[in-house]
């Protein structure tokens, strides 16, 4: 981390604190859907919205963040709060590539062609994973 640059440390620590604040409370949320079962409820088009909201905010986490509260809305709005569990598992997902992304920095005396970049770029993902990223300087 030491060789890192500063924007780069800051910007996954935010990261890791946007996917904590999202994951916890939603994990909680789809644990207490299923306690309470739910979901199936909340995804009936007879139900009424509000009717839907009232059910949702006694299964809310009291520090969940309002951003969170009306994704799991729009989701009860739309009938498909079944989907949360697959949501989670996708951030998750995403959320371990973005910490096993490796930065390749890319220094050239000239600036590269597109044609240049790309064949760098297939070269050392195919050393160090798919998940590569490049950046580009020109010294």
Request: proline share 4%; net charge neutral; charged share 20%.
């Given at each position: 981390?030491?060789?890192?640059?500063?924007?780069q440390?800051?910007?996954?620590?935010?990261?890791?604190e946007?996917?904590?604040?999202?994951?916890?409370?939603?994990?909680?949320?789809?644990a207490?859907?299923?306690?309470?079962?739910i979901?199936?409820q909340?995804?009936d088009?007879g139900?009424?919205?509000?009717?839907k909201?009232e059910?949702?905010?006694?299964?809310f986490?009291?520090d969940?963040d309002?951003h969170?509260q009306?994704?799991?809305?729009?989701?009860?709005?739309?009938?498909?709060?079944?989907l949360?569990?697959e949501i989670?598992?996708a951030?998750?997902?995403?959320a371990?590539?973005?910490a096993?992304?490796?930065i390749?920095?890319?220094?050239s005396?000239v600036p590269l062609?597109?044609a240049?970049?790309?064949a760098m770029?297939?070269?050392l993902?195919?050393?160090?994973?798919?998940?590569?990223?490049?950046?580009?300087t020109?010294?």
């Open positions: 981390m030491a060789n890192e640059r500063p924007s440390v800051y910007a996954q620590a935010v990261f890791e946007a996917m904590s604040g999202w994951l916890a409370p939603l994990k909680t949320i789809v207490s859907l299923a306690k309470a079962g979901t199936s909340l995804d088009a139900i009424v919205f509000s009717k909201q059910m949702l905010r006694a299964v986490p009291t969940a309002a969170v009306n994704f799991v809305f729009l989701l009860a709005n739309k009938n498909q709060v079944h949360l569990p989670i598992g951030l998750d997902v995403y371990q590539r973005s096993a992304v490796t390749a920095k890319v220094t005396a062609t597109d240049e970049k790309q770029e297939t070269k993902r195919g050393q160090f994973g798919q998940d590569t990223a490049f950046e580009y020109v010294d």
